[in-house]
């Protein structure tokens, strides 16, 4: 499956630093940055440094370094946010929508931390 990365999405110009963002959390392998439009008290993107379209593309192709390190990221988030389940936080949903049944909007990978509230069934009904 070929994945064509347009370097000219939105997430790519915030990694390049020509769009300002609010980071919580970089390392060599991820940036973390707030939702513009957030859906919870905690909303927070995690994306790869790498040029990566969706999770699966992530999946198939990146290093395992890259995975691993992307993957660590995510916790750090969590432990960050004050999220994780347990004695600190009570818990988050992992987001990352692909393609156009996932409704993707920036093609970039990022998985959404969303936490703070309850935040109901995963998924509602459309019929
Ligand atoms: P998705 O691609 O998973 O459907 O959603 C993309 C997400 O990126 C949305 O939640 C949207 O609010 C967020 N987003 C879009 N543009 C920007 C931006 O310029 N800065 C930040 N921080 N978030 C953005």
Redesign the pocket.
């Known amino acids: 499956m070929p994945y064509t990365y347009d370097d000219q999405n ?1 997430f790519a110009k ?1 990694l390049r630093g020509e ?1 300002p ?2 980071t919580v959390y970089e390392d060599d392998y991820a940036l973390a ?5 957030p859906q919870a008290p905690v909303h927070v ?1 995690v994306i790869p440094k790498g040029p990566y379209v969706t999770y699966d593309h992530f999946a198939n192709a990146a290093t395992d370094a890259e995975i691993v390190g992307y993957m660590r990221a995510i916790g750090k988030v969590c432990t960050m946010m004050g999220v994780e389940p347990g004695e600190a936080g009570q818990g988050f949903r992992a987001i990352s ?1 692909a393609g156009t049944h996932g ?4 093609f970039h990978l ?1 998985t ?1 931390i969303l936490g703070g509230r309850p935040l109901g069934r995963m998924l509602q009904r459309a019929d």
């Open positions: 939105i915030i769009i963002n609010d940055f707030r939702d513009i439009q993107l929508n409704v993707q909007e920036v990022h959404h």
